[in-house]
Each structure stands twice: as C-alpha cells, then as structure tokens.
Nanobody
Framework: QVQLVESGGGSVEAGGSLRLSCTAS????????MGWFRQAPGKEREGLAT???????NYADSVKGRFTISKDSAKNSLYLQMNTLKPEDTAMYYC???????????????????WGQGTQVTVSS
C-alpha cells in the first residue's frame, strides 16, 4: 500500500524555523517528482517546492530563499527546511508524489496523485 506520512509540524514564533519530514512506504517515492504543498483555511492548496529524481529543486516565489526542499533516497524521506517563518506561513502542509513525472516537476496540486495526511504549522506574531 502506497503511503506518505508527514511529521515535524508545530507552533513557532515568527522568525523561527521548522523542518518537515515525509516518509514514503509501499514504493520508491523518489523515482518520481515529489513536492511540498500547503493549504490555509479558506484558501486553495498552494505548491511550495518540488524536487526531481536528480534532486533538482524548484520553488514558489513565496518561499524562495526561506524554504529548502531535500530528500534522502536511502531513507525514502523528503524534507522541507523552513526558515524565517512568517504568520502567513500558517497552514496545513502536505507532501505529495507525481508518479507520472520524473523531471520538470510541476507545482500544481492537481498534477500529484499521492498525498500524505498533512502536518499543521502555526506561526505566531
């Protein structure tokens, strides 16, 4: 059974940092494009960062320079290092896999076909 499980969310003050993790089971997730997304209440799901099978990242403008996506294929794990957090970063964060793409990873959530359950990030001012 294919499964993605996120962890590492929590509450932090503005300017702080968190590191999210996503562990895949049931398949070699890192043979495909992987991404991090977030969704705040009343807002659409937003793509934040993607990484291709060669480890090449891509970032949304909203997080470029503050967030870093990485992966450890040996551990079948994906990470999102989030620095200089802002209150507007408050959301549920999800990892996802696009099992139809390996390169030129897309940032749109509808392109991704496997999702974790999410982990909540709350940033206070």
């Amino acid at each position: 059974q294919v499964q993605l499980v996120e962890s590492g969310g929590g509450s932090v003050e503005a300017g702080g940092s968190l590191r999210l993790s996503c562990t895949a089971s049931g398949y070699t997730a890192f043979s495909y494009c992987m991404g991090w997304f977030r969704q705040a209440p009343g807002k659409e799901r937003e793509g934040l960062a993607t990484i291709d099978i060669n480890g090449i990242p891509n970032y949304a403008d909203s997080v470029k320079g503050r967030f870093t996506i990485s992966k450890d294929s040996a551990k079948n794990s994906l990470y999102l290092q989030m620095n200089t957090l802002k209150p507007e970063d408050t959301a549920m964060y999800y990892c996802a896999a696009d099992r139809e793409s390996r390169y030129r990873c897309k940032m749109k959530s509808y392109e991704y076909n496997n999702w974790g359950q999410g982990t909540q990030v709350t940033v206070s001012s």
